[in-house]
């Protein structure tokens, strides 16, 4: 980039890549010619940024609530067929009706069909059933005051909630000025709908508290209003060029409406990480005596490379999310893949240009030239460096072992609430008592126990109307096994293997099939639960095929698929990771530790949300008035995964300053003292502004948005604390040169980054040989 917008002409003359006979060529550099260039950069930048502004406009009307079920697992299609061939199967609808009468009365069942008739009009709507149209038990309250109207809904998850949106609003609640009866609701729908409702609100509540702390953050940081500006800029550029990529994606594929939240907060992170990683470079090769246009050049090819290998690393992090087969993660892969190589694309376009603009007012925002932060003349650790950070160094290096048993002694007690996690599905649960949703699915469970969220299907294929004495005895069977409580066939209801009651009207035989329900009284996440969907796909059905499907079933469906997808995801994530390592480092030894350390980090943050938010210890500081019980899966592995992605961007932002002294000659431990010198407050800045940007989503009421930004929070902070300051130095110490081996045919076959190059021509000579400009050869 640099090289671009130097031009031949007048002024001071920084190195150029050209080589004659083996010694670096001079060009002069002409600064009011690269500067014109500088602003058709941004100009450029600003245009694609517009352009791309109004393209990502149209994207929000393609984002799709939910998506949290494995694809083509079993459960997913039985639901799909029942609910396409017969118009029934699960409800997601649930509106449990008070008529201030009892049930049976003329006003109660007249305002009951009526209700029901009108929700069967809708064109969302596939079918309707209620206690008035049957007197089915199973529907009617123990006080036979309130009654259930049941509504299976068309299309897919999304569309459902948009459906449950627009119907339950005008329903729901008192309509006893209207004369009607007073309504409470729930189903995976109206969760659904009341989830979005409440994300959007509390999102936007969450960005608009913590933008101005974190912008006086970052002009606490930086010591400039305009370099706080820049990450800012960059994450607005980035996220908007990221919505625009992921507009024509949502055409083929489905990206959750949490995909731009993705963006904005992963954006927001790793442009402060870049803009921290370049700017400081700038002002340290400043301070050791270069001119503006050759400190960009040097902080463009140093801390350059370290963003390039960041892009990748959390591009090829995020990717692991591919290997599940849910929605929401394979879309939060998309998003996190586009915002990581948006935000280096724009880094490394925008930065090079505004330094080079405003470079000396940049500089003058730090401390003088020529001198480091604690003031000594004449030292280049640059204005970064930190002189708490630097005695802490020397604390931890001094007894490496006892900081390193220390710091996993922390790390393990941390994880232990892991060993303990229970995952469950998304219902009412993740929304507050006082939801709607809620306290429909409380007041269900309180008055009518049997109709229970674990009802399942069964559909049995190819169940013709002449075998309904098949099909008869195949409920029998099922209302045998252990938790069924009552089975619902085209040949009648059975209990404990006896028919108690004729068809219901949810039944009828049909030559194309035919669907049981069975109901269970036990929790969709637990064992049980389980226990009981592998029970009923073990009993041979008529005609040889049987699908289950229903809440319970697609939550085991769900889970089978997460774990046998865990696998090949943690290898992807690993053998990324070792590889880039392997070729930032030359290193065999730094990214094994760097891949253990960031498990144990992952661990530790994994364990304590555990802790908060299934145990319910210290519930209070997010929020919470109890525990919320089982953990949603998918939310707790996208925390992880975009925190295993910033933990090795502050991994590698660490170890190029650990190599780079090293290949300048220093001693291990003195190298290892001054990368976390010059790193530490950097590398905490970074953490504290992303902690700070995303732990503001605990205040959200949707408990899942408080997962995911506790658990981001918190792992930022750890590994910029526990595990960069004391866990990768003690051990650094401790494994001394061991540290950069590699056999000597590996290394003649990684690229050799030179770290060490000639001096530049314009700093002094006190200084040359600490702060040498690298050269960008890959290959030597």
């Given at each position: 980039?640099?090289q671009?917008?130097s031009a031949?002409?007048?002024?001071p003359t920084?190195?150029?890549e050209?080589?004659?006979?083996?010694e670096p060529?001079?060009?002069p550099?002409?600064l009011?010619?690269?500067?014109?260039?500088?602003?058709?950069?941004l100009?450029?930048?600003?245009?694609?940024?517009t352009?791309?502004?109004?393209?990502?406009g149209?994207m929000w009307?393609?984002?799709v609530s939910g998506?949290?079920d494995?694809s083509?697992?079993?459960?997913v299609?039985a639901?799909?067929?029942v609910a396409?061939?017969?118009g029934g199967?699960?409800?997601q609808?649930a509106?449990l009706?008070?008529s201030?009468?009892?049930v049976?009365?003329?006003a109660?069942v007249?305002a009951?069909r009526?209700?029901a008739?009108g929700?069967?009009r809708?064109?969302?709507?596939v079918?309707?059933i209620?206690?008035?149209?049957?007197?089915?038990?199973?529907l009617?309250s123990a006080g036979g005051d309130?009654?259930?109207v049941?509504?299976v809904l068309?299309?897919g998850?999304d569309?459902r909630v948009?459906t449950?949106r627009?119907?339950l609003p005008p329903?729901?609640?008192?309509?006893?000025?209207?004369?009607g009866?007073?309504?409470?609701a729930t189903?995976?729908?109206w969760?659904?709908a009341?989830?979005?409702?409440?994300?959007?609100?509390d999102?936007l509540r969450?960005?608009?508290l913590?933008a101005p702390l974190?912008?006086?953050?970052l002009?606490f940081?930086?010591?400039?209003?305009l370099a706080?500006?820049?990450?800012v800029l960059v994450?607005a550029?980035?996220?908007v060029?990221?919505?625009a990529?992921?507009?024509?994606?949502a055409?083929v594929?489905?990206?959750?409406m949490f995909?731009?939240?993705?963006?904005t907060?992963?954006?927001?992170g790793l442009?402060i990480?870049?803009?921290?990683?370049?700017?400081?470079?700038f002002?340290?090769?400043r301070a050791?005596?270069?001119?503006?246009?050759a400190a960009?050049d040097?902080a463009?090819?140093?801390?350059g490379r370290t963003v390039?290998?960041s892009?990748v690393?959390v591009?090829?992090?995020?990717?692991?999310?591919?290997a599940?087969?849910?929605?929401?993660?394979?879309?939060?892969?998309w998003a996190?893949i586009a915002v990581?190589?948006?935000s280096g694309?724009?880094?490394?376009?925008?930065?090079?240009?505004v330094?080079l603009?405003?470079?000396?007012?940049?500089s003058r925002?730090g401390?003088?030239v020529g001198?480091?932060?604690?003031g000594?003349?004449?030292d280049?650790?640059g204005w970064?460096?930190?002189?708490?950070w630097?005695?802490f160094a020397?604390?931890v290096?001094g007894?490496?072992?006892?900081?390193?048993?220390?710091?996993?002694?922390l790390?393990?007690?941390?994880?232990?609430p892991?060993a303990?996690?229970q995952?469950?599905?998304?219902?009412?649960?993740?929304?507050p008592s006082?939801?709607?949703?809620?306290m429909g699915?409380?007041?269900?469970?309180?008055?009518l126990?049997?109709?229970s969220?674990?009802?399942?299907?069964v559909v049995?294929?190819p169940?013709?109307?002449?075998?309904v004495?098949?099909?008869?005895a195949?409920?029998?069977?099922?209302?045998?096994?252990?938790a069924?409580?009552?089975v619902?066939?085209a040949?009648?209801?059975?209990?404990?293997?006896?028919?108690?009651a004729?068809?219901?009207?949810a039944?009828?035989?049909g030559?194309?099939?035919?669907?049981?329900a069975?109901?269970?009284?036990?929790?969709?996440?637990?064992p049980?639960a389980?226990?009981l969907?592998?029970?009923?796909?073990?009993?041979?059905?008529?005609?040889?095929?049987?699908?289950?499907?229903g809440?319970?079933?697609?939550f085991?469906d769900t889970?089978?698929a997460?774990l046998?997808?865990a696998?090949?995801?943690?290898?992807?994530?690993?053998?990324?990771?070792?590889?880039l390592?392997l070729?930032?480092t030359r290193s065999?030894?730094?990214?094994?530790?760097a891949?253990?350390?960031g498990?144990?980090?992952l661990?530790a943050?994994a364990g304590v949300?555990?802790?908060v938010?299934?145990d319910?210890?210290?519930?209070g500081?997010v929020?919470?008035?109890s525990r919320?019980g089982?953990?949603?899966a998918c939310?707790?592995l996208l925390?992880?995964?975009?925190?295993?992605?910033?933990?090795?961007d502050?991994?590698?932002?660490?170890?190029a300053r650990?190599?780079e002294e090293?290949?300048l000659?220093?001693?291990?431990r003195?190298?290892?003292?001054r990368?976390v010198?010059?790193?530490?407050?950097l590398v905490?800045?970074?953490?504290?502004?992303?902690a700070v940007s995303?732990g503001?989503?605990t205040?959200?009421s949707?408990?899942?948005?408080?997962?995911?930004?506790f658990?981001?929070?918190l792992?930022a902070l750890v590994?910029?604390?526990?595990?960069?300051?004391?866990?990768?130095?003690?051990?650094?110490?401790?494994?001394?040169?061991a540290?950069?081996?590699?056999?000597?045919p590996?290394?003649?076959?990684?690229?050799h980054?030179?770290l060490h190059?000639a001096?530049?021509?314009?700093?002094?000579s006190?200084?040359a040989t600490a702060t040498?400009l690298p050269?960008p050869r890959?290959?030597r």
């Amino acid at each position: 980039m640099i090289q671009f917008l130097s031009a031949p002409g007048r002024g001071p003359t920084p190195e150029t890549e050209c080589e004659e006979a083996g010694e670096p060529v001079r060009r002069p550099y002409d600064l009011g010619r690269g500067r014109r260039r500088a602003w058709t950069v941004l100009l450029l930048v600003a245009l694609v940024a517009t352009v791309c502004a109004g393209a990502a406009g149209g994207m929000w009307g393609r984002l799709v609530s939910g998506g949290f079920d494995a694809s083509g697992s079993q459960a997913v299609r039985a639901d799909a067929y029942v609910a396409s061939r017969f118009g029934g199967g699960e409800p997601q609808l649930a509106l449990l009706v008070h008529s201030g009468a009892p049930v049976d009365s003329p006003a109660a069942v007249a305002a009951g069909r009526e209700l029901a008739a009108g929700l069967a009009r809708d064109p969302g709507v596939v079918s309707v059933i209620s206690y008035w149209d049957g007197r089915d038990p199973l529907l009617r309250s123990a006080g036979g005051d309130s009654a259930l109207v049941l509504a299976v809904l068309a299309g897919g998850e999304d569309q459902r909630v948009r459906t449950a949106r627009r119907l339950l609003p005008p329903l729901v609640g008192d309509n006893g000025d209207n004369g009607g009866p007073r309504v409470e609701a729930t189903g995976p729908a109206w969760v659904g709908a009341e989830a979005v409702e409440r994300s959007q609100r509390d999102l936007l509540r969450a960005e608009l508290l913590t933008a101005p702390l974190v912008f006086l953050l970052l002009v606490f940081a930086f010591r400039s209003v305009l370099a706080a500006l820049l990450p800012v800029l960059v994450a607005a550029v980035s996220s908007v060029i990221t919505l625009a990529l992921l507009r024509p994606l949502a055409s083929v594929v489905e990206l959750s409406m949490f995909a731009p939240n993705l963006t904005t907060a992963l954006g927001f992170g790793l442009a402060i990480d870049y803009c921290l990683f370049l700017l400081t470079r700038f002002r340290r090769e400043r301070a050791g005596g270069l001119d503006v246009a050759a400190a960009v050049d040097v902080a463009v090819r140093t801390a350059g490379r370290t963003v390039v290998f960041s892009v990748v690393t959390v591009a090829l992090v995020m990717g692991c999310l591919f290997a599940f087969p849910v929605p929401f993660l394979r879309s939060m892969a998309w998003a996190g893949i586009a915002v990581a190589v948006s935000s280096g694309v724009v880094v490394v376009l925008v930065m090079p240009a505004v330094l080079l603009l405003a470079g000396e007012r940049l500089s003058r925002s730090g401390p003088p030239v020529g001198r480091s932060r604690d003031g000594r003349a004449g030292d280049s650790a640059g204005w970064e460096a930190s002189a708490g950070w630097r005695r802490f160094a020397a604390l931890v290096c001094g007894r490496p072992a006892l900081w390193l048993v220390a710091a996993l002694a922390l790390l393990s007690v941390m994880s232990l609430p892991l060993a303990r996690l229970q995952v469950a599905p998304i219902d009412e649960r993740t929304l507050p008592s006082h939801a709607s949703s809620h306290m429909g699915a409380d007041r269900i469970g309180g008055e009518l126990p049997q109709q229970s969220p674990g009802t399942m299907v069964v559909v049995a294929l190819p169940a013709a109307a002449e075998h309904v004495t098949e099909v008869g005895a195949y409920a029998a069977t099922l209302s045998r096994l252990p938790a069924a409580q009552v089975v619902d066939s085209a040949a009648g209801r059975y209990e404990n293997g006896h028919r108690i009651a004729p068809a219901p009207m949810a039944f009828p035989p049909g030559r194309a099939g035919t669907w049981l329900a069975v109901h269970a009284g036990v929790d969709p996440a637990t064992p049980a639960a389980g226990a009981l969907v592998s029970a009923l796909r073990a009993v041979p059905a008529p005609g040889g095929t049987a699908w289950v499907g229903g809440e319970a079933a697609r939550f085991t469906d769900t889970t089978n698929a997460l774990l046998s997808a865990a696998g090949p995801a943690v290898a992807w994530a690993v053998a990324c990771m070792a590889l880039l390592l392997l070729l930032f480092t030359r290193s065999l030894l730094v990214p094994v530790k760097a891949i253990v350390v960031g498990a144990l980090s992952l661990g530790a943050s994994a364990g304590v949300v555990v802790l908060v938010f299934q145990d319910g210890f210290l519930a209070g500081l997010v929020g919470m008035t109890s525990r919320t019980g089982p953990v949603d899966a998918c939310m707790l592995l996208l925390a992880l995964c975009v925190a295993f992605a910033l933990s090795m961007d502050y991994e590698t932002f660490l170890l190029a300053r650990i190599q780079e002294e090293h290949l300048l000659g220093v001693g291990n431990r003195a190298a290892v003292e001054r990368g976390v010198e010059q790193t530490g407050r950097l590398v905490t800045t970074a953490a504290l502004a992303l902690a700070v940007s995303v732990g503001a989503l605990t205040t959200s009421s949707v408990g899942l948005l408080k997962i995911l930004g506790f658990a981001l929070a918190l792992a930022a902070l750890v590994d910029a604390t526990v595990v960069r300051a004391v866990l990768v130095p003690a051990s650094m110490c401790l494994a001394g040169k061991a540290n950069w081996w590699a056999p000597a045919p590996l290394r003649r076959l990684l690229p050799h980054w030179d770290l060490h190059g000639a001096a530049h021509p314009n700093r002094g000579s006190d200084t040359a040989t600490a702060t040498a400009l690298p050269s960008p050869r890959v290959l030597r």
